[in-house]
């Protein structure tokens, strides 16, 4: 795909959405950590539910380490892994309490070497909570780079280093947030909804559906 077409989508994707963001709730970097560790393979729906009770009763990592496993379970058991997720998340609030003073490190390497945080969840923190211009690559941003031709790769990290080369710098703090959004609500998996879609004409898919 070439520049003046990719600089367009993006651009259509800016005037349709100017000021994207994640739709998880959080206040705080910590908060959006613990959002997005819950998120794995769940619904933000879903992980908006668990913690809009539970931010309230711990909204920093002291008060999340002092619910405990079994405490913090209580309020993310309808969430899908939540006895892993449980164990990760307050072995992660002991090693922020204890290594960075309760503060969520703005460091790509310290970032995924908390438990329960990988690639994705350390991009999502770094652009979301401290505005650096890094892609997570999803299910959704994988399949909108490779089926409209905008950034083809066959693993999430080839997705990844192929959008940071390809989208125009202006765009790419916010480039995570247009693809999953247009990944979630127009670009579906099984039937996406080229005819409702406002960068149809740029897209390279040969198989659009318009019923």
Not at 31 to 57: H, Y
Not at 180 to 190: D, N, W
């Amino acid at each position: 795909m070439d520049k003046k077409k990719i600089n367009e989508i993006f651009r259509r994707l800016k005037k349709a959405n100017p000021a994207p963001t994640t739709e998880l709730k959080y206040r705080t970097p910590f908060q959006l950590l613990i959002a997005v560790i819950l998120s794995a393979q769940a619904t933000d729906r879903s992980v908006n539910q668990a913690t809009r009770e539970l931010f309230k009763v711990a909204p920093t990592p002291q008060k999340m380490l002092a619910l405990g496993e079994a405490g913090l379970k209580r309020y993310i058991r309808t969430i899908g892994l939540f006895n892993t997720k449980a164990r990760n998340i307050i072995r992660t609030c002991r090693i922020l309490l204890d290594k960075y003073n309760g503060r969520v490190p703005r460091d790509r390497k310290a970032l995924e070497a908390l438990p329960g945080v990988g690639r994705k969840t350390a991009n999502v923190i770094l652009n979301t909570a401290f505005g650096e211009p890094t892609i997570a690559v999803d299910t959704h941003i994988f399949r909108v780079a490779n089926r409209t031709g905008l950034a083809p790769g066959k693993t999430p990290l080839a997705v990844e280093r192929a959008l940071l080369k390809v989208v125009p710098e202006q765009y790419k703090k916010d480039a995570h947030h247009w693809l999953i959004l247009h990944g979630r609500y127009t670009c579906l998996a099984r039937k996406p909804r080229c005819g409702s879609c406002v960068i149809e004409d740029l897209c390279e898919y040969p198989d659009k559906v318009y019923d």
